[in-house]
């Protein structure tokens, strides 16, 4: 995926050992073995040992018929792995804070913090 930021594209890539550490989630919340997981899914317990270190890529059907197994959706094994996505909302809210002037700088923390903590 491609987004355009500030005239140029910016890949949005996929963290592979994010994406392997929710499978690896998933994946014993089940009280699955990797055995029991590749056995059901047809796919041998060294692929999965791959993904779940973020070696190896599944194919789109494959993350389908393994979220399914176990009951989670795509969503819940993507989470936090697109890279460069909370990077850049990192960068962009960090730039804002800076863009206030020094003096104002603690209270716009502290709104932030206030906000944060009631939700």
């Known amino acids: ?14 963290n592979y050992k994010i994406l392997g550490k929710n499978i690896r989630y ?26 779940e270190r973020g070696i190896a890529k599944m194919s789109l059907d494959t993350l389908i018929d393994l979220c399914d197994y176990l009951d989670c959706s795509a969503g819940d094994i993507l989470n936090s792995a697109h890279t460069d996505c909370k990077n850049k909302l990192s960068e962009d809210l960090l730039a804002l804070y800076e863009q206030i002037p020094k003096k104002d700088q603690a209270l716009f923390y502290h709104m932030l913090k206030a906000y944060a903590d009631h939700l």
Request: proline share 0%; aromatic share 4%.
């Open 26 to 51: 998933y994946r014993k919340q089940k009280n699955l073995t990797q055995e029991q997981l590749a056995e059901s899914l047809e796919l041998s317990v060294g692929f999965i040992s791959q993904v």
């Open 1 to 14: 995926m491609n987004e355009a930021i500030n005239g140029r594209e910016q890949r949005v890539g996929i």
